[in-house]
């Protein structure tokens, strides 16, 4: 029998993102966001929802960009950090150590140290309730040339993303690998 907890977002697990934009004086700002995920696949594109009490909220719709930066194992400190304090009150970049660099392709930084960043500009907004959902189209995936596998492809074992236990607010890393999809020319084990 299963246990009825009700409407509630409940769902594991969730990705553990930190969503980078530039403040109106073009101050670097990030927040840890789980309430993301891909929206589409052409044009390729995520979708990630804030409340309008965030900083980064205004940040975005003033900018209309952002970067989506996925931290590795050894950075859960720094995201959950950039979860918990306001852009409005501290410089999340000083107080981490963490670097933020300016997008070529969009009005947003990106976190140097995080092994994997989506450059994103806005094309879509959508208020659902509680929070806004923000569309971004992917410009760019960049990934550190040492998280690539031998055929230069990502390679989640060494990208090492963690995800996030809603209800329960606890980080986890992500296993090894128990089998590949029928796309892959490999059947599931």
Same mark, same amino acid.
């Given at each position: 029998? +299963? $246990?009825?907890?009700?409407?509630?977002?409940?769902?594991?697990?969730?990705?553990?993102?930190?969503?980078?934009?530039?403040? @109106? %004086? *073009? $101050?670097?700002?990030?927040? =840890?966001?789980?309430?993301?995920?891909?929206?589409?696949? +052409?044009?390729?594109?995520? *979708?990630?929802?804030?409340?309008?009490?965030?900083?980064?909220?205004?940040?975005?719709?003033?900018?209309?960009?952002?970067?989506?930066?996925?931290? @590795?194992?050894?950075?859960? +400190?720094?995201?959950?950090?950039?979860?918990?304090?306001?852009?409005?009150?501290?410089?999340?970049?000083? %107080? =981490? *150590?963490?670097?933020?660099? $300016?997008?070529?392709?969009?009005?947003?930084?990106?976190?140097?140290?995080?092994?994997?960043?989506?450059?994103? $500009?806005?094309?879509?907004?959508?208020?659902?309730? #509680?929070? =806004?959902?923000?569309?971004?189209?992917?410009?760019?995936?960049?990934?550190?040339?040492?998280? #690539?596998?031998? %055929?230069?492809?990502?390679?989640?074992?060494?990208?090492?993303?963690?995800?996030?236990?809603?209800? #329960?607010?606890?980080?986890?890393?992500?296993? @090894?690998?128990?089998?590949?999809?029928?796309?892959? *020319?490999?059947?599931?084990?």
């Amino acid at each position: 029998m +299963k $246990k009825s907890f009700g409407a509630k977002t409940l769902i594991y697990p969730v990705p553990v993102w930190v969503i980078c934009t530039y403040d @109106s %004086d *073009g $101050k670097p700002n990030g927040m =840890t966001a789980a309430w993301a995920g891909v929206a589409c696949s +052409k044009p390729p594109a995520i *979708g990630v929802s804030l409340r309008k009490a965030t900083y980064s909220y205004q940040c975005i719709v003033d900018r209309k960009a952002f970067c989506v930066c996925v931290p @590795s194992e050894n950075q859960v +400190k720094e995201a959950d950090y950039f979860g918990i304090a306001s852009g409005r009150d501290t410089n999340k970049f000083d %107080d =981490t *150590g963490l670097t933020p660099v $300016k997008s070529e392709l969009v009005d947003a930084p990106y976190i140097k140290e995080f092994p994997m960043i989506l450059e994103c $500009k806005l094309i879509h907004s959508y208020e659902i309730g #509680l929070h =806004t959902q923000f569309i971004g189209e992917i410009l760019d995936v960049k990934i550190d040339e040492d998280k #690539l596998n031998t %055929d230069g492809q990502p390679d989640m074992s060494k990208i090492m993303p963690i995800v996030y236990a809603p209800g #329960l607010q606890t980080y986890h890393r992500i296993g @090894s690998e128990i089998g590949r999809g029928y796309k892959s *020319g490999k059947s599931v084990k």
